[in-house]
């Protein structure tokens, strides 16, 4: 029997402001929250809706998923919207995740060039399809090693839905706490997902500066150690 789910969003903090000027508010988001909005009255608080009330012009310009936690970028001008619109789809933007996985990884770095694709039959899952699949590549770099898992940086240069999980699955180290691919032991080892975008770096729209945001989480200590 599939558990029924139940959208409980967190309400504290109601928003994290990292950043702000005139052109884009930078947002840590928390696990549990959704981007944008979902279907349904149910589904409607969302980290944009809760920035849309102060900023009603805000618009998303990426999205992490509901159980990710950390750097959300929004637009507060039209103009800069689409000039950030701009960046990530020329994949100017870096970004860098911290994530928990199973196991112990055979390779301390590497890159994993695997292309996903939707799997329709059991959405909204990916997969990886090497004949239909769309390109899909991320670097990683294991930062400390423990008995039954690892804490692992991951660097994503496309930016596929479910790309970091899928990636990390076909190496055979899931992250923790994931319910849509991990094993059970995988599953029930974390609270909730332990994927953080910890970083976010782009060009301000308007003057060109080139920004760098970083955004605490719940399971890295301030030192950069795992928290076990």
């Not at 196991?103 to 039959?121: F, N």
């Not at 990916?126 to 991951?154: F, M, N, W």
């Not at 790309?163 to 055979?172: D, F, I, N």
């Not at 729209?205 to 890295?220: I, S």
Request: glycine share 6%; charged share 20%; hydrophobic share 45%.
């Amino acid at each position: 029997m599939t558990d029924v789910f139940v959208y409980q969003p967190p309400t504290e903090p109601w928003l994290d402001v990292i950043y702000q000027d005139k052109d884009l508010i930078v947002l840590n988001k928390p696990s549990g929250l959704l981007t944008n909005p979902g279907r349904g009255a149910h589904l409607a608080d969302c980290l944009l809706s809760r920035v849309q009330q102060q900023y009603p012009l805000a618009q998303l310009v990426h999205r992490l998923d509901m159980a990710t936690s950390g750097v959300v970028v929004m637009a507060l001008r039209r103009k800069a919207e689409a000039a950030l619109k701009q960046q990530f789809a020329e994949r100017r933007v870096s970004k860098r995740y911290l994530a928990v996985v199973w196991g112990t990884l055979a390779q301390a770095e590497g890159t994993i060039d695997m292309p996903l694709i939707a799997d329709t039959a059991n959405a909204p899952k990916q997969k990886i399809c090497l004949s239909r699949g769309k390109p899909a590549i991320t670097h990683y770099r294991v930062l400390q090693q423990l008995t039954d898992r690892a804490l692992v940086e991951l660097k994503p240069i496309t930016g596929r839905s479910h790309q970091l999980r899928m990636h990390m699955l076909h190496l055979g180290h899931p992250i923790l706490g994931d319910a849509f691919y991990a094993h059970l032991d995988a599953l029930h080892a974390a609270p909730r997902l332990q994927l953080h975008a910890a970083s976010l770096a782009l060009h301000q729209p308007y003057n060109g500066e080139w920004l760098r945001f970083d955004a605490d989480n719940d399971f890295v200590t301030a030192d950069g150690k795992l928290i076990i």
